[in-house]
């Protein structure tokens, strides 16, 4: 009928114990009986082996070789001999006791190398008396660009004057104008060269 469970398949205790029960396989002992190759060797193979061991010794002494490396990789030896010698006194381990386990201490010891490097620095920076005075811009001047940019523009200024004073020896003159000419000036994108002589009391060509 359709309807009844069908009975579940078991398997023996007995096949279970043969199943796990190792295979040993039993070696022909007539396995070489019908072997009757032997190689034959020239006189020079056998002098350049006459000094060694047997085929079968070379491999016996490498697999030993091999196996006593594998020894020491499972079983390595350490490295550090150093044992040092821990102090069981009883007072010292009540003095470390108060401060705290090794990181407790370990933080605290931080914090005070910290503390008396800044107390070093700040002692070193009150031997320095010298406090330069530094002078206020006037009101309404804007600074353009940072040091090294200005030193920079002032210094091919500088190398600009000086190569055409060289070009040009006896051009000297150099206009000086009032405010109002500046101002007029500044609108239109020229400045004036700064330092400038007046045109009256240095007269170009020996002018009036």
């Known amino acids: ?6 009975p579940k398949k078991t398997v023996n205790m007995e096949v279970i114990k043969r199943l796990a ?8 002992k007539d396995i070489y009986k019908d072997c009757s190759f032997s190689p034959k ?35 390595p030896k350490p490295k550090f001999s150093f044992i040092p010698a821990i102090n069981h006194d009883a007072e010292a381990y009540q003095k470390l ?18 503390k008396k490097s800044k107390a070093l620095e700040d002692e070193a920076i009150a031997g320095y008396t010298f406090k330069p005075s530094i002078t206020q ?24 004057r000086v190569a055409t004073e060289k070009n040009d020896p006896e051009c000297r003159f150099q ?10 000036m500044a609108t239109k ?17 020996g002018g009036p």
């Open 1 to 6: 009928m359709s309807g009844e469970a069908k």
């Open 21 to 28: 029960k190792p295979v040993v396989h039993k070696e022909n």
């Open 41 to 75: 060797l020239c006189q020079k193979s056998l002098d350049i082996t006459a000094g060694r061991e047997k085929f079968h010794d070379r491999i016996d002494a490498d697999l030993k070789k091999y196996k006593q490396a594998m020894d020491k990789r499972k079983n």
């Open 97 to 114: 006791a108060g401060k705290g386990d090794f990181m407790a201490r370990t933080k605290n010891d931080l914090e005070t190398r910290k």
């Open 137 to 160: 811009s006037p009101k309404g001047t804007k600074v353009e660009g940072t040091f090294l940019q200005r030193w920079e523009k002032d210094l091919a200024d500088r190398n600009n």
């Open 175 to 184: 206009p000086e104008g009032n405010r109002n000419s500046q101002k007029i």
């Open 189 to 205: 994108g020229v400045s004036l060269i700064p330092n400038s002589t007046n045109l009256r009391t240095n007269p170009p060509n």
